[in-house]
């Protein structure tokens, strides 16, 4: 990268670029925007920056990122401590708080096996999980995982360590999304849709 911004700026413009969904050309542009409005952007956002870079950290029940070693979710009275949803990610769980749909507890795998990559159970939180099962109360694992093939291959990896807890195993919905046309989906999302359907 030439250094014609100076070393420290084009330094802030290779760290944001390494940001999912920005490239050296986005990330040039956002932070000629930071320098551009220091006092209203840059500053606030370097202060929180510090700030979550101190307190930031792994609830140790679920996974779920916060400023305690406990999340806000786990801590929650008026969450149905009965019901656990598994994803893979925290990103994961921020979509399914972001629908206000489930009002369980979570567990974050932290990813899904995959042999391509070299991601075995050993590297997910997947003991964790059947320990939080078997020490009782938990009736229903909810496996929010993607519908790929390595994602429903950790979802059935799930149900049978989970087999013989007593809770039972189910897994969202898949097919036609609201507002979705035909026309515009994939042949497996249709036969799914297909698969799951239900009386009108």
């Known amino acids: 990268m030439s250094d014609s911004a100076g070393k420290e700026i084009d330094q ?15 990330a040039r542009r956002a ?20 700030e979550v870079a101190a307190t930031a950290q ?11 070693d406990t999340c806000g979710i786990c801590s929650d009275p008026n969450r149905d401590p009965n019901v656990i949803c598994v994803v893979s990610d ?9 629908s206000l749909a489930f009002k369980g507890r979570y567990h974050v795998l932290g990813g899904i096996l995959s042999a391509l990559d070299g991601v ?17 109360g938990v009736t229903e694992v909810v496996l929010a995982l993607s519908a790929t093939i390595d994602g429903q291959t950790t979802a059935h990896y799930i149900a049978d360590q989970l087999d013989g807890t007593g809770a039972s195993v189910t897994s969202l919905a898949q097919g036609v999304p609201i ?10 999302t249709i036969t799914a849709a297909m698969r ?3 009386a009108f």
Do not use: F
């Open 58 to 68: 792994e609830c140790l029940t679920c996974g779920n990122v916060g400023t305690s």
């Open 196 to 198: 799951a359907r239900k």
């Open 90 to 98: 925290v990103a994961d769980l921020w979509a399914m708080e972001r």
């Open 120 to 136: 075995g159970p050993e590297d997910l939180h997947i003991p964790r999980l059947v320990h939080r099962v078997e020490e009782g």
């Open 31 to 50: 932070v000629l925007q930071l320098v551009k409005k220091r006092t209203l952007l840059l500053e606030p956002l370097a202060r929180s920056m510090t």
């Open 12 to 26: 802030l413009i290779g760290l944001m670029a390494k940001l999912p969904g920005l490239g050296p050309r986005s």
């Open 179 to 188: 507002g979705g046309e035909l026309d515009y989906l994939d042949d497996g």
